[in-house]
């Protein structure tokens, strides 16, 4: 089912190069969005309700869902599913506390010179929830308890609305939404509600500073498009997932992780990387099984006989490292003999899953870590969404008179030396 790629000949090391990924073409999908950004931009309420109907075929019956309706949401949910969620944002915010405690610290340089690094919370935030293929309650966690830890003090969030749902978004993201005390909640989704976070429409949404969260191709573009007028946390591409795993293995544990990224999209990307062809060997003819029973199996089956997805074969754990490092997964599995070990030896991923009992699905839902995670390879440069993404670092320069005398020379010498007299005459302007 999966293509192969043996590598076990090669010594070059740019395995980049050759590795399976699906070509995402964000600048093609940017004269799609651009119209509806701007429409948004101009005629506000209008534009969202031509595109609410032309998109997702419902026109929600207020943009903005009530409160009333998220209460229902969450009075409907299922007991167990609710304690289910309950527990995803219990251990995400026990993480996310960690993450917070970054007290604001002061070095200083000399007498009467001190510079401060203080932490600020980004004032407001659009937070995107996708509805499509699957409505991803579990990202509503993802994306409000980093914030909510970082302090930020207006959260907004935004998803597409369903028909089968009265024009609101799916009720299990309404609910969630209630759990975590979020009440400002649109029906809005796709490009148009990128852009409503951006603009704002007078009435009912004001304008956001950063907009995080997934979405499909037209959600990035209009990131693309509209940052720089807001923050963005990634242009995030399809979901994937790499196991580095050698012949300890369990075959069926590998072969259900490749299939759970597999039903969500069919441009997600299963690769598996081991020096054990026959491990490959019984990872297909699970998956071959598994793909027919599952209920997503078009997209699934689409999605492993992909170019994105792959086995990878390799001599040893050795290559199988500076190939998983150069691929830079979304998630990355370790299901080898001391995987811990392993694991520490990993540079590039956005979250690393150690042995048998750390599945990726783990990860999606309630191991309190993030799931918004960078893609594409982007790990190499990138973090996943955590509270530092709503936290602005900001330098508080203090310097008394004695202490900018002890360098006026020397800044006067470099200013100089970069053709910019004005900056020292700011100094010697100071100078006694």
């Known amino acids: 089912m999966l293509q192969t790629i043996d590598l076990r000949g090669r010594t070059d090391p740019d395995y980049a190069a050759v590795l399976p990924r699906g070509a995402v073409d964000v600048g093609q999908a940017l004269a ?19 595109f609410s109907e032309q998109f997702d075929g419902v026109v929600p019956p207020s943009f903005r869902v009530p409160a009333a309706a998220l209460a ?16 995803s944002i219990a251990r995400r915010r026990a993480v996310a ?67 089968e749902s009265g024009g609101y978004p799916h009720p299990t993201i309404l609910a969630t939404c209630h759990l975590l005390g979020v009440d400002e909640v649109y029906a809005v989704g796709g490009a148009q509600a990128i852009a409503l976070f951006a603009y704002g429409v007078a009435g009912l949404c004001r304008p956001v500073d950063l ?20 923050g963005i946390d990634a242009e995030a591409g399809p979901t994937e997932i790499a196991v580095l795993a050698d012949d300890s293995a369990d075959p069926g544990h590998v072969a259900a992780d490749l299939l759970s990224q597999a039903e969500h999209d069919p441009m997600a990307g299963s690769v598996l990387v081991t020096d054990s062809p026959a491990l490959a060997a019984a990872v297909d003819a699970q998956l071959a099984d598994r793909v027919t029973a599952t209920r997503h199996q078009q997209r699934a089956r689409i999605a492993l006989t992909g170019p994105q997805s792959a086995v990878v074969l390799v001599r040893d754990l050795d290559q199988g490292l500076a190939v998983v490092n150069a691929y830079a997964a979304e998630h990355l599995e370790i299901q080898t003999r001391d995987a811990a070990a392993v694991a520490a030896r990993v540079t590039n991923a956005g979250a690393i899953f150690v042995g048998p009992y750390s599945p990726v699905s783990l990860g999606d839902y309630s191991a309190g870590s993030t799931h918004v995670l960078p893609t594409g390879g982007a790990a190499r440069h990138q973090s996943g969404l955590n509270v530092g993404s709503f936290l602005k670092t900001v330098h508080v320069i203090d310097y008394g008179q004695a202490a900018l005398e002890a360098l006026a020379d020397g800044i006067a010498r470099f200013a100089e030396a970069e053709n910019l007299p004005a900056h020292a005459g700011a100094i010697s302007q100071r100078r006694p």
């Open 97 to 163: 506390a960690v993450e917070a405690d970054q007290p604001d610290r002061t070095v200083t340089l000399a007498p009467g010179a001190s510079v401060t690094i203080r932490h600020i919370p980004v004032d407001r935030v659009g937070l995107y929830v996708p509805g499509g293929l699957a409505p991803l309650a579990s990202s509503v966690v993802m994306n409000v308890v980093p914030a909510q830890a970082a302090g930020v003090a207006s959260i907004a969030v935004a998803s597409p609305p369903q028909k």
């Open 72 to 87: 229902e949401a969450a009075a409907g949910l299922d007991p167990e599913l609710r304690a289910a969620i309950a527990t």
């Open 211 to 230: 907009v995080t969260g997934p979405g499909n191709i037209y959600v990035v573009a209009a990131k693309r498009y509209l940052r720089g007028r807001i």
């Open 32 to 50: 799609a969005v651009a119209p509806v950004c701007d429409a948004v931009r101009d005629e506000g309420e209008a534009a969202l309700r031509r």
